[in-house]
């Protein structure tokens, strides 16, 4: 009797064990080595073709032949660049295809008029500002400007695409940061959109009237044009506890910061942003032709040179800022082109948040949410849902709770990337993760194949995002951008977006939440009929 027992359990552990083999540990292992009749050796970051196993290649319009990825780095021993070592890796030297007319913003002969026009304009104003100004016994600061066809502000809108606002290898964008941060400034002027909120200017001109925060247009000897935004916040200085994410501060560093990590993250999306020592009496007071800002300047009791917003909102020496005595930091963002040539629509992002003391919205009370969103035009098609959540991964890194709106190209359509602008309320919390960020990929639980390697990658030891963030942000004048507790903030809200994803796909298969880019619907998984007709 004991001995049929015995049999008897036996047989029950060893069924057990089969049925545990069969249902959970052999799926695992064949999502690791799918199709390829053996298993990567390198953990869980496996960034090789299908052929040789592992995640789908990015299906990008902007990659043409695809180098093999089985080739993965080894932890550096020579201790040089880990920049320069993640910008070496095949997944960042994938080449864009020849671009036809219809997939660039701009053509030459249409942006070189354009600037013409505005160089003419500009001399008529001057001359009649300045005939005007001897009048009034007014004290004019004049400097030489010229007209540069191979500006490097120039060369920045003519390599804007469909896919991307700059090439990975564009020679013009070393060179913009350069000029923005030393090019001498010949004029000052509010923004439109502090005009159109004060009803001073073209509103047409204006994709979205915004903000209430101090920020200054200036423009440069060559006619580049930068947003000027200045430091309001210590870097070691955290949002107050009480503020709620709407009236945070503006931060110069942030948005300094968020260019690099946007390039880094290999999306392109963000203008290129420099820091910058601008001496506000004589960069900005001594250059300006609008009396309104000339009239909000003032000497502090320290003997420091201050002005402040007059808009709606922030209109008291309160809230000024102030030189230290005349030199301010302040981060130069880079104009894209003008609206007349480059139309651009403001659209509200469906994971908007309440900007009320007590709102909530539907996403933030409903968890099937992304269901609804997936049978919305432009969300039930394309690539939009998926660049939301490229999106909302970036913010989420950078900490930013304040996306209430993204704005396209027209041009481009419904294919067309989302610009990731005004990102100066990121990194104000190094100490907390917000979580609801990341609310488009937990709830669609959808991502693209090619943004997840990138974040694979950047997790690894030899590329650590932190590492090479401190890298990259080391070449910016102002720096350090960031303290040592935000780029560490960095490493760890990565390993959260991974294991959110990590979950998604315990939950529903690769198949289902890992994406090809540039999918034909988003509101059904794809066939092996639509796979076809991507290709």
């Not at 400007?145 to 120039?154: C, H, I, K, R």
């Not at 925060?213 to 200085?237: D, G, I, T």
């Amino acid at each position: 009797m004991m001995r049929r027992d015995r049999i008897f359990l036996a047989a029950t552990l060893t069924a057990i064990f089969s049925a545990d083999l069969y249902f959970i540990l052999l799926p695992k292992l064949r999502s690791v080595g799918q199709g390829s009749g053996h298993f990567c050796p390198c953990g869980p970051i496996n960034l090789t073709l299908p052929k040789h196993g592992g995640l789908a290649t990015p299906r990008l319009y902007n990659w043409t032949s695809a180098p093999p990825l089985d080739g993965i780095a080894s932890e550096p021993t020579d201790g040089g660049s880990k920049l320069s070592r993640l910008y070496a890796h095949p997944l960042y030297n994938i080449q864009t295809p020849v671009l036809g007319p219809e997939e660039r913003l701009l053509q030459a002969e249409q942006l070189m008029e354009y600037y013409r026009k505005k160089v003419s304009h500009w001399e008529r104003h001057m001359k009649h500002y300045i005939e005007a100004a001897a009048i009034s016994n007014v004290t004019l600061t004049e400097h030489e400007v010229t007209f540069d066809p191979g500006a490097s502000w120039l060369k920045f809108h003519l390599g804007i695409n469909r896919y991307a606002l700059y090439s990975r290898e564009d020679p013009a964008i070393p060179r913009l940061l350069k000029d923005m941060q030393s090019m001498t400034v010949i004029s000052a002027d509010y923004t439109q959109d502090e005009k159109a909120l004060k009803g001073a200017c073209d509103c047409t001109k204006v994709v979205k009237p915004s903000g209430h925060h101090l920020k200054l247009s200036l423009k440069m000897q060559n006619f580049a044009k930068a947003m000027f935004k200045p430091m309001r916040q210590q870097r070691h200085e955290e949002t107050p506890e009480d503020f709620f994410y709407f009236v945070d501060f503006q931060r110069h560093n942030a948005e300094i910061a968020a260019f690099h990590l946007d390039r880094i993250l290999d999306f392109r999306r963000v203008p290129p942003v420099a820091g910058r020592l601008v001496n506000i009496m004589g960069e900005v007071l001594q250059v300006t032709h609008n009396e309104d800002l000339r009239a909000v300047f003032f000497t502090s009791p320290a003997n420091n040179t201050c002005f402040f917003a007059k808009c709606l909102y922030v209109c008291k020496t309160e809230y000024a800022v102030c030189g230290g005595p005349d030199l301010l930091e302040g981060s130069l963002s880079a104009y894209l082109p003008g609206l007349s040539i480059a139309p651009r629509i403001s659209i509200p992002n469906p994971w908007i948040r309440s900007y009320t003391f007590t709102g909530r919205e539907e996403w933030e009370v409903n968890p099937f949410y992304c269901d609804t969103i997936k049978q919305m035009y432009p969300y039930n098609s394309g690539n939009r849902l998926l660049n939301i959540i490229d999106m909302s991964i970036f913010d989420f890194l950078t900490s930013n709770m304040d996306r209430h709106h993204y704005e396209i190209f027209t041009k481009f359509g419904d294919e067309g990337f989302l610009l990731h602008l005004d990102n100066a309320r990121g990194f104000g919390k190094h100490s907390q993760d917000e979580m609801s960020i990341l609310a488009p990929l937990a709830q669609c639980c959808m991502i693209k194949s090619s943004t997840l390697m990138r974040l694979r990658l950047l997790a690894r030891p030899e590329t650590r995002l932190s590492d090479v963030m401190r890298e990259s942000l080391e070449g910016d004048p102002l720096r350090p951008i960031l303290t040592e507790p935000h780029l560490l903030a960095l490493d760890r809200r990565l390993q959260k977006v991974l294991r959110t994803v990590q979950r998604c796909v315990r939950r529903l298969g690769e198949d289902e939440v890992i994406a090809k880019d540039f999918v034909r619907s988003a509101a059904r998984p794809q066939t092996a009929t639509d796979t076809e007709k991507v290709r």
